[in-house]
T-cell receptor
């Protein structure tokens, strides 16, 4: 079974500073995908960034980047130049492909609540 | 529509009543997922549809919960004889279910269910 662990229930960061959210996962799969989702108080889940496990290069989306360590099964999210609008719950997710008839399966961590302090 | 929509956005019901929650996925998305999120908690997987069939119902918490999907489109999640412990936000997501390739879930805004 796949598990996704986020060991930091809550974090805070000063505006304009950098913060890193950690995520580890456990799998025997060799090909899979990893995601970070953001859920602001509006509760709308928003995709932040996506990483394919077969790619060695870390994904980057503007101020958001990941540190993907496949051997260590670690997938941390770095937020640079934190903004007040980054205040949200952040969920790490893992996806594996099962079969064409049954599609893909997603597994989510328990989330990290990030507060950006003015 | 452009995104996943869910209705109603909020539902208040009395204990013992039945409720139906609706999800409209993104057009063309063959996969549809239901999750439950209790206050301050993570996502709890309920059920997943590939087309109109549900290969994985393992997350449904009891036989009071059921879901169906028709026309590879709209899905309804039904909770019978609601209990106070059913109070939560119910999130729906859809994806293209790309075989062997990158797949991404897109989420609706959720339905907040309150059982009095």
């Amino acid at each position: 079974a796949q598990t996704v662990t986020q060991s930091q229930p809550e974090m805070s960061v000063q505006e304009a500073e950098t913060v890193t959210l950690s995520c580890t996962y456990d799998t025997s799969e060799s090909n899979y995908y990893l995601f970070w989702y953001k859920q602001p108080p509006s509760r709308q889940m928003i995709l932040v960034i996506r990483q394919e496990a077969y790619k060695q290069q870390n994904a980057t989306e503007n101020r958001f980047s990941v540190n993907f360590q496949k051997a260590a099964k670690s997938f941390s999210l770095k937020i640079s130049d934190s903004q007040l609008g980054d205040t949200a719950m952040y969920f790490c997710a893992f996806m594996k492909h099962v079969r064409s008839s049954t599609g893909n399966q997603f597994y989510f961590g328990t989330g990290t609540s990030l507060t950006v302090i003015p | 529509g452009a995104g996943v929509s869910q209705s109603p956005s909020n539902k208040v019901t009395e204990k013992g009543k039945d409720v139906e929650l609706r999800c409209d996925p993104i057009s063309g998305h063959t996969a549809l997922y239901w999750y439950r999120q209790r206050l301050g908690q993570g996502l709890e997987f309920l059920i997943y549809f590939q087309g109109n069939s549900a290969p994985d119902k393992s997350g449904l918490p009891s036989d009071r919960f059921s879901a169906e999907r028709t026309g590879e489109s709209v899905s309804t999640l039904t909770i019978q004889r609601t209990q106070q412990e059913d109070s939560a936000v119910y999130l729906c997501a859809s994806s293209l279910a790309v075989a062997g390739g990158t797949d991404t879930q897109y989420f609706g805004p959720g339905t907040r269910l309150t059982v009095l």
